[in-house]
T-cell receptor, first 109, second 120 residues
Framework: RKEVEQDPGPFNVPEGATVAFNCTYSNSASQSFFWYRQDCRKEPKLLMSVYSSGNEDGRFTAQLNRASQYISLLIRDSKLSDSATYLCVVISNDYKLSFGAGTTVTVRA | EPEVTQTPSHQVTQMGQEVILRCVPISNHLYFYWYRQILGQKVEFLVSFYNNEISEKSEIFDDQFSVERPDGSNFTLKIRSTKLEDSAMYFC??????????????????FGPGTRLTVL
């Protein structure tokens, strides 16, 4: 089983729609979780950390489900500029960092 | 806003040649990293560096790779004898963090724009 798995998508959604996707991780002792976004041929950019209680940043909401070992990202009121690949990053208890392969989101006008 | 910078943006080299990729991390950060991303594939961790020594490295980071912080600002990745399969985008990242806190050493890494390495 891969350490971090993501649905590659693509998720094609109209502007204004809500889109959500998950990332599962295999190491139950993982301790830190992040969502990054990556535009084509660009560097990953930190979108948000994921806290145990869940957290929201504007139109973005991140949740952590430790029992089922997944994190989620929900994007409300999608904008064209939200089109990107969203990378899940998980850090294990021994500080090993793993990236997921990414979920591609395409927002259409 | 402080940012991580990398040079060159694109490096073309012949197989077997040595290359040095350069990074200037964010100035008050303590932890430095190198990642690579082969075209169309996921980002892969190579190495982390703290307090002038390697703290973690992956299986990819074999003897042909080395890292150095030659002065107070630069952080370099050297590939001694490049192979075709080393062609990839190489990202440098840095983070602050307090190693005493859980996960602190890897909190919120900030990435440079990358160096695209092409090995011919």
């Amino acid at each position: 089983r891969k350490e971090v798995e993501q649905d590659p998508g693509p998720f094609n959604v109209p502007e204004g729609a809500t889109v959500a996707f998950n990332c599962t991780y295999s190491n139950s002792a993982s301790q830190s979780f992040f969502w990054y976004r990556q535009d084509c041929r660009k560097e990953p950019k930190l979108l948000m950390s994921v806290y145990s209680s869940g957290n929201e940043d504007g139109r973005f909401t991140a949740q952590l489900n430790r029992a089922s070992q997944y994190i989620s990202l929900l994007i409300r009121d999608s904008k064209l500029s939200d089109s990107a690949t969203y990378l899940c990053v998980v850090i294990s208890n021994d500080y090993k960092l793993s990236f997921g392969a990414g979920t591609t989101v395409t927002v259409r006008a | 806003e402080p940012e991580v910078t990398q040079t060159p943006s694109h490096q073309v080299t012949q197989m077997g040649q040595e290359v040095i990729l350069r990074c200037v991390p964010i100035s008050n950060h303590l932890y430095f990293y190198w990642y690579r991303q082969i075209l169309g594939q996921k980002v892969e961790f190579l190495v982390s560096f703290y307090n002038n020594e390697i703290s973690e490295k992956s299986e990819i980071f074999d003897d042909q790779f080395s890292v150095e912080r030659p002065d107070g600002s630069n952080f370099t990745l050297k590939i001694r004898s490049t192979k075709l399969e080393d062609s990839a985008m190489y990202f440098c990242a840095s983070s602050g963090g307090d190693r005493g806190r859980a996960g602190g050493s890897y909190n919120e890494q900030f990435f440079g724009p990358g160096t695209r390495l092409t090995v011919l």
